[in-house]
T-cell receptor, first 111, second 116 residues
Framework: EDKVVQSPLSLVVHEGDTVTLNCSYE??????LLWYKQEKKAPTFLFML????IEKKSGRLSSILDKKELFSILNITATQTGDSAVYLC???????????FGKGTLLTVNP | GAVVSQHPSWVICKSGTSVKIECRSL??????MFWYRQFPKQSLMLMAT?????????EQGVEKDKFLINHASLTLSTLTVTSAHPEDSSFYIC????????????FGPGTRLTVL
């Protein structure tokens, strides 16, 4: 059975702090690892990672994948209250592109 | 990016009734659509994979006779929750993947189902 484990499950920081969210996985037929941000509604796409060691960056967010150690991290620098959300890690597998999600990390950024 | 819509965005129904949720890819054709369920404070759980023109593939533990999926065209998949009960109350989210490619899944906005 495919497994995706995120840590921590929740995190409270102050504005301006830097946070690192972790995602480890054990799956068959890995295709890619994805990060999503979920606020009130459906998840919004952040990053898709397929190759080890190549950092993807978007503004204050960045992410990297280690396919040897089977994990990924999502970094957010200079956090803002608008970053408060659940961050979901998902791994895409197989010929049918199935996504297996972790439980998410609830990030709360206080002013 | 690609847009996926869902309708309705929320629905309240009585126990025993059936509810249909539509998922549409608005600006691309999707050979594969996925249906997820999310209970409060939990992550998304894949219910089934819907392929255009063929029967859906259900995940273990999901009753195919209760959650009927139809993917009749490349832009529309429907999920019908038959004889809904209060324990079916949940947030149902669909996603769509464009054929052939390297793109990721695009999620619809979700449908909040409440069964009284």
């Amino acid at each position: 059975e495919d497994k995706v484990v995120q840590s921590p499950l929740s995190l409270v920081v102050h504005e301006g702090d830097t946070v690192t969210l972790n995602c480890s996985y054990e799956v068959t037929n890995f295709r890619s690892l994805l990060w999503y941000k979920q606020e009130k509604k459906a998840p919004t796409f952040l990053f898709m990672l397929t190759s080890s060691g190549i950092e993807k960056k978007s503004g204050r967010l960045s992410s990297i994948l280690d396919k040897k150690e089977l994990f990924s991290i999502l970094n957010i620098t200079a956090t803002q209250t608008g970053d408060s959300a659940v961050y979901l890690c998902a791994v895409e597998t197989g010929s049918n592109y199935k996504l297996t999600f972790g439980k998410g990390t609830l990030l709360t950024v206080n002013p | 990016g690609a847009v996926v819509s869902q309708h309705p965005s929320w629905v309240i129904c009585k126990s025993g009734t059936s509810v249909k949720i539509e998922c549409r890819s608005l600006d691309f054709q999707a050979t594969t659509m996925f249906w997820y369920r999310q209970f409060p404070k939990q992550s998304l759980m894949l219910m089934a994979t819907s392929n255009e023109g063929s029967k859906a593939t259900y995940e273990q533990g999901v009753e195919k006779d209760k959650f009927l999926i139809n993917h009749a065209s490349l832009t529309l998949s429907t999920l019908t929750v038959t004889s809904a009960h209060p324990e079916d109350s949940s947030f149902y989210i669909c996603s769509a993947r464009a054929p052939g490619g390297m793109d990721t899944q695009y999620f619809g906005p979700g449908t909040r189902l409440t069964v009284l």
